[in-house]
C-alpha cells in the first residue's frame, strides 16, 4: 500500500493492538504510521478483541474515507484498497463497500480452493437469510476488507470482538437501506485458517451481534466446548469442558462522543 500514499491514501495507520512481535516495527519501517491501541481515547479503558481495535483506530484516522484491511492476510494484493473505494468516489450515496473474494482452505498439505469462510457459511449467512434477507446476497458478510464514509462510521455503534463487521453491515442496512451498500470483485483473499475450535468463539460472537442487531434477544451465555483428552484405563475416551466469554457491549459511535 506504502507506493499509493501521498496520492489516493493520505494516511497508512496500522493499529498495534498489544502484539508482541514484531509487527510494529515491520509496520512501522514499511512505511506505516502505527498507533497503538492505548494511544487513542486514552481516557477510556482498554477492552480486547477486533471491535475495539477498529473502533480505536477510526478514531486515530481523520480521511473522509476509510478502508479497513485484515492484518493477517497471506500476499494481499495493494489494488485491495483502490478497488475497496472506487465506488465511494464514483458512485452516489454509497456509504460501504464490501469486498468479495474467492476464500481457498488450506488444511496441513491440501487445499480446498472454495472452502474458506466457514463461520459465514454455516452461520452468518444462514441467520441473515433468516433475519435480515436483503443481506443474504452479500457474498462476503463477515470479511475484514471494506471501505466506508467516515460519515457512517462515526455514526454507528462498532460491536465488540468478531462481531464488528457483522454489526456495522447491519446497522448501515437499517439506517441507509440497501443502495447504500456496494460490493467489489477482490479476486483472491488467502490467511491463516482458524481450527475448528477457534471458530465456535468467533461464531457465538457473530451470533450475538446478529441477533442484537435484529431485536432478538441474546442471553449472554458464553459458549461451552468440549475437547478430548487421552483415553482412561479402560480404554474409554474423556472430555474437558471449557467455556469462551460473549460480549453484548458496544463501543458508542464515535459522534456521541466527540
Not at 440497501?178 to 483473499?189: E, S, Y
Not at 458464553?222 to 460473549?246: I, N, T
Not at 453484548?248 to 459522534?255: E, H, S, T, V, Y
Request: proline content about 8%; charged content about 20%; some cysteine.
Amino acid at each position: 500500500i506504502t507506493p499509493i500514499v501521498g496520492g489516493l491514501v493520505d494516511e497508512l495507520i496500522v493499529l498495534d493492538s498489544g502484539s508482541t512481535d514484531e509487527t510494529a516495527a515491520r509496520a512501522a519501517a514499511a512505511g506505516a504510521r502505527v498507533v497503538r491501541r492505548e494511544q487513542v481515547l486514552p481516557e477510556i479503558p482498554v477492552r480486547p478483541g477486533k471491535g475495539e481495535a477498529l473502533w480505536r483506530s477510526l478514531a486515530a484516522t481523520g480521511g473522509d474515507v476509510i478502508v479497513f484491511i485484515d492484518s493477517d492476510l497471506i500476499d494481499p494484493d495493494p489494488l485491495f484498497v483502490p478497488r475497496l473505494v472506487g465506488p465511494i468516489l464514483t458512485g452516489e450515496g454509497i456509504h460501504l463497500v464490501r469486498g468479495f473474494y474467492r476464500r481457498p482452505l488450506r488444511v496441513g498439505s491440501s487445499e480446498d480452493a472454495n472452502g474458506g469462510g466457514r463461520v459465514t457459511e454455516l452461520v452468518a449467512r444462514p441467520l441473515l437469510a433468516a433475519l435480515r434477507p436483503e443481506l443474504a446476497g452479500v457474498l462476503q458478510p463477515l470479511g475484514g476488507e471494506y471501505a466506508a464514509t467516515r460519515d457512517l462510521l462515526t455514526s454507528v455503534p462498532f460491536a465488540p470482538g468478531y462481531g464488528v463487521e457483522i454489526g456495522i453491515l447491519i446497522d448501515t442496512y437499517d439506517r441507509l437501506g440497501l443502495d447504500a451498500i456496494a460490493q467489489v470483485n477482490l479476486g483472491v483473499r488467502t490467511h491463516r485458517n482458524r481450527p475448528l475450535h477457534e471458530l465456535g468463539p468467533m461464531s457465538r460472537q457473530v451470533v450475538a451481534t446478529l441477533l442484537t442487531r435484529c431485536g432478538v434477544p441474546d442471553s449472554g451465555i458464553g459458549l461451552p466446548q468440549f475437547r478430548p483428552v487421552d483415553e482412561s484405563a479402560d480404554g474409554a475416551e474423556s472430555f474437558v469442558a471449557s467455556v469462551s466469554e460473549v460480549s453484548l457491549a458496544d463501543r458508542p459511535a464515535l459522534k456521541t462522543l466527540r
